[in-house]
Nanobody
Framework: QVQLAESGGGLVPPGGSLRLSCVFSGREFKIYAMGWYRQAPGKQRELVAAISNGGATTRYVDSVKGRFTIYRDNDKNTVYLQMNSLKPEDTGIYHC????????????????WGQGTQVTVSS
């Protein structure tokens, strides 16, 4: 059974940085595509970034391009989201998602989700 555990959230001022981590367990990590989603108050959940099982393919929502980087360490069963130049609109709960189908990670129908970690960008 797949389990996902996020960490690394917190309160940062605008312009600050955070690195989120999601540790995967229960199956063979390297066959799963991974994604980071965020849920802001009063807004729909949106895909922030996704990475293919081998790491060769990534995708980002336009609002974070050039500021966020998704990467994975298949030896540590972990996917990361490096977030730089944070803005107040980046505030939300960040969840990681896993599925062996790339399309399911992209469209939000992935089978596995973590509990989330809160990111608050405020002065």
């Amino acid at each position: 059974q797949v389990q996902l555990a996020e960490s690394g959230g917190g309160l940062v001022p605008p312009g600050g940085s955070l690195r989120l981590s999601c540790v995967f367990s229960g199956r063979e990590f390297k066959i799963y595509a991974m994604g980071w989603y965020r849920q802001a108050p009063g807004k729909q959940r949106e895909l922030v970034a996704a990475i293919s099982n081998g790491g060769a393919t990534t995708r980002y929502v336009d609002s974070v391009k050039g500021r966020f980087t998704i990467y994975r360490d298949n030896d540590k069963n972990t996917v990361y989201l490096q977030m730089n130049s944070l803005k107040p609109e980046d505030t939300g709960i960040y969840h990681c998602s896993a599925d062996f189908r790339w399309s399911s990670v992209i469209d939000g129908s992935g089978d596995h989700w973590g509990q989330g970690t809160q990111v608050t960008v405020s002065s």
